[in-house]
């Protein structure tokens, strides 16, 4: 009599497995993949001079004449170059520089430049008024506070109407004769939504009259509300060692915020207190210390 036997589970396990790879039969696994691209073009900050022809003028025993009087046309002559773009020229277009040139300039003769800045780019701006790009003679004549507001925003396309620069001087102004001078002023742009910080307002301080001894000490602060010390000078007739004093100052051999005097600075106060000391050497003296403060730390 046959008994037949099972086989164990194992095996026919491993059977299956053999069957199912060699009839090629298995399992796939459906699926969807998803994708994010994106596309940035940016706008354009641009501005640009317009182009205006300067106006020349002659002041004729005190009364201003425009234009000037025919037989004095070529005595002085005044020019305008209108420059640029100094950028990218696919988004930096039109003049960005004007360039003003006198030539045989003299007494009461006027050259009267006007201007006005246009938005050409796609992102509105605010532009500001004309700084000062180094020391300005005092007979450059100009009233950039009637230009336009300070910080005005424009469009594509809007102008801030003109302002005019008057280049001129008097007799008790002149300049030595057969001088050049050249001088400028530069306009910022920005953005409408970031406007730069504005800039620091710095005042002139005079101390009142301080009373040297022969080798006497002084000292003195800028106020509270402009308390950060720019410069100082005095106008003493023998001369004194003078030191800034503000934090991280030296004084000959003392370091801030005490001189090792009977002159000391609070560092307590906020901000600490800034100014200047000075050290008389020689002959005694009454003489002041003048400062510059700004109301912005630097």
């Known amino acids: ?3 037949n036997k099972a086989l164990p ?3 026919i396990f491993m059977i299956l497995v053999i069957a199912l790879a060699i009839l090629g039969v298995g399992y796939a696994l459906w699926s969807v993949t998803l994708t994010i691209s994106g596309t940035v073009n940016t706008g354009e900050v641009d501005v640009e ?3 205006h022809d300067p106006e020349e003028c002659v002041d004729v025993n005190g009364v201003l004449t425009c234009p000037e009087p025919p037989e004095k046309a070529d005595v002085a002559n005044c020019t305008v170059e209108w420059l640029g773009p100094d950028g990218d020229s696919e988004v930096d277009l039109g003049p960005d520089q004007l360039v003003v040139t006198i030539d045989g300039m003299y007494p009461s003769y006027h050259c009267k430049v006007s201007f006005d800045v246009t938005s050409t780019g796609s992102v509105p701006v605010h532009v500001w008024l004309p700084e000062p790009s180094g020391d300005i003679p005092e007979w450059v004549a100009t009233d950039f506070n009637g230009c336009y507001e300070d910080g005005v925003q424009l469009h594509q396309g809007d102008t801030t109407g003109l302002c005019t620069m008057d280049i001129h001087f008097t007799n008790e102004q002149a300049p030595p004769e057969g001088s050049s001078h050249t001088f400028g002023w530069t306009i910022l742009a920005t953005q409408w939504n970031e406007d730069p910080a504005p800039p620091a307002d710095i005042i002139t301080v005079t101390s009142s009259a301080l009373n040297f001894s022969s080798t006497g000490w ?3 602060s800028c106020p509270v509300d402009h308390p950060y010390v720019v410069s100082a000078t005095n106008d003493c007739t023998l001369p004194v060692t003078q030191y800034l004093w503000q ?7 003392f370091s801030y915020p005490s001189t090792g005097t009977s002159y000391v600075y609070d560092a307590t106060s906020t901000p600490p207190e800034e100014g200047s000391i000075a050290q008389n050497g020689g002959t005694g003296q009454s003489c002041h210390i003048i400062l510059q403060c700004s109301d912005t730390a630097p």
């Not at 934090?247 to 051999?253: L, V, W």
């Open 49 to 51: 001079f317009s182009v």
């Open 9 to 11: 589970i194992g095996t």
């Open 247 to 253: 934090p991280g100052a030296t004084t000959g051999s």
């Open 218 to 220: 002084g000292g003195w």
């Open 1 to 3: 009599m046959n008994k």
